[in-house]
């Protein structure tokens, strides 16, 4: 039967590319075949025409079954154990039948606490055990897990059985396909999840025309998702009604998370974490206006915000307590579901992160692509092969399509086929304008500390920028003490070591970014 669908296929394939049917036609043919609006839309208008692409678009996946059935046949171990974050398995548990009936091999899932995966890697690098195959880090733990020795260097493989993670119509949106792949220009792991920062509003307050009327008498410009820091600001303030439970914004203050609301803000104002000689450039005057913008929100924040974890701001927002959130996509997809957003079902205007404005008068957007969890293979795994062909067919633009949907995990959606040519299940969970939002802003997003040491560097500096937001330091002193902290780990790990690291990474910054921060000439 499998074979006979190929078959029909191959013929609709052919006589689309023969000029035998319309493109309407061509859909309607490949959807009552089964095959995902997706690929037939990105096949249709493929300038390979439709039988080589199909075969493209398709062959990621089936050059990873491919493999894992060769592996399995001649694995001795029948199971394949995954060490992944806590809340990401439902993503993963929908294939594990599929896995057992066809190929024989088990799927055991082993969660732990996201802050705890990386540490659990850093201790098989010592004991060995091959407890793991798979390993879902993310991307900050790349560079101490390779040079650890703990999980391959996945470049050969890549080159072999070739994942589609940089091709330019499925791939992996630039620059999260570098950032968030590679260690030092080769592949640590293979991305899972679309982890970036974006602004939720509240459509329905956005849409009242005594508010709109309201918002322009006072402040001169229609009522609209914002365009930058300033008109953030005005937007939380004009919204703020704490009195009946409403406040302007769900932005992060708590610990682990306030790290990001300030890092996006600095590079948006022109200035990296380091120079290119791995001096900290954040405690500079471009740091202490990113702070000194955030103390100015805190009046118009949620009450929670200095202890919101993911979990909590969701549903925060969700219950319909804010006006706007700064969240991950698994925040929209949480806020769009009736179950999990009962007050934003169907109102929720989505737009990139707010722009700052440089010295010239132009505006300069940087979100933060922060988390992004991926796939690596264990060094000391039974399995190896099979472990890498499993993360090539889940990663793969297919499979993940129909994955990252599911509500029942956070991954979200990182390939440009995910975004701009998205499957109806992607559409019905997002939202087709939120899906290109999400292109529009990744585009444009910055790295986390995905360097040697980088875990060292995030926690060093999150705990000044606490410190600031609950007045225990000022906005100098706390940036000061985070740059002693980073010369203090830069010593440590290695300033050449760090350097390069540092440099790669900031080769693939966006043009933008580059030339504000002056990158573009290191």
């Not at 922060?370 to 499979?399: D, F, H, K």
């Not at 997002?430 to 986390?448: A, Q």
């Amino acid at each position: 039967m499998e074979e006979e669908q190929h078959g029909t296929i191959d013929q609709v394939l052919a006589d689309y590319d023969a000029g035998k049917l319309t493109r309407r036609g061509f859909l309607r043919s490949m959807a009552v075949l089964g095959v995902a609006s997706m690929v037939a839309n990105a096949v249709s208008i493929s300038p390979l025409g439709a039988v080589k692409a199909f075969a493209a678009i398709g062959g990621s996946e089936e050059r990873a079954w491919a493999l894992a059935k060769k592996a399995a046949a001649k694995a001795t171990k029948k199971t394949l154990t995954l060490l992944i974050p806590t809340g990401s398995i439902g993503n993963m548990t929908p294939y594990a039948d599929k896995w057992k009936n066809e190929l024989g091999i088990t799927l055991e899932f082993i969660e732990e606490p996201d802050e705890v995966v990386h540490t659990k890697g850093m201790q098989e690098a010592v004991a060995k055990t091959g407890r793991y195959d798979v390993m879902m880090p993310t991307a900050m733990s790349y560079p101490d897990w390779i040079d650890s020795g703990v999980i391959y260097d996945l470049t050969d493989w890549v080159d072999k059985y070739d994942p589609e993670i940089f091709n330019k119509e499925w791939g992996v949106v630039f620059p999260a396909s570098h950032h968030a792949q590679l260690y030092n220009g080769r592949v640590a792991g293979l991305l899972n999840d679309g982890d970036q920062i974006t602004l939720l509003c509240r459509s329905d307050h956005l849409a009242n025309p005594e508010k709109a009327k309201a918002f322009e008498d006072k402040y001169g410009y229609k009522l609209d998702v914002p365009k930058t820091w300033k008109e953030y600001y005005n937007l939380a303030k004009f919204m703020h009604d704490p009195a009946h439970g409403f406040y302007g914004s769900l932005e992060y203050r708590s610990p682990y998370y306030v790290k990001w609301m300030f890092m996006q803000r600095l590079v948006s104002k022109g200035r990296l974490y380091f120079d290119n000689e791995m001096n900290p450039t954040f405690n500079s005057p471009e740091g202490v206006a990113a702070l000194e913008d955030m103390l100015a929100m805190n009046e118009f924040l949620h009450p929670d915000a200095f202890s919101f974890t993911w979990s909590s701001n969701y549903n925060a927002f969700g219950r319909g307590e804010g006006f706007m959130d700064i969240c991950w996509p698994s925040g929209f997809k949480y806020a769009k579901a009736p179950s999990t957003g009962p007050a934003t079902t169907g109102k929720i205007a989505a737009t990139v992160m707010p722009a700052d404005t440089l010295p010239d008068g132009s505006l300069l957007y940087a979100g933060m692509f922060c988390w992004g969890y991926g796939y690596a293979v264990s060094r000391y795994s039974a399995n190896p092969e099979l472990a890498y062909a499993y993360a090539q067919w889940m990663t793969s633009p297919t499979i993940s399509a129909d994955a990252i949907p599911y509500l029942g995990g956070y991954s979200d959606p990182y390939r440009i086929n995910h975004m701009l040519e998205p499957t109806k299940r992607l559409v019905d969970t997002y939202s087709k304008d939120y899906l290109h939002t999400l292109y529009d802003n990744m585009i444009n997003t910055v790295p986390d500390f995905c360097l040697p040491g980088g875990f060292e560097y995030q926690d060093a500096l999150d705990k000044q920028v606490h410190a600031c937001m609950t007045g225990a330091k000022k906005p100098k002193q706390a940036l000061d003490d985070a740059a002693r902290s980073f010369d203090r780990i830069t010593r440590r790990v290695g300033r050449e070591k760090v350097k390069k690291s540092w440099l790669a990474l900031t080769k693939n910054l966006a043009d933008p970014i580059k030339k504000a921060s002056g990158a573009d000439k290191w």
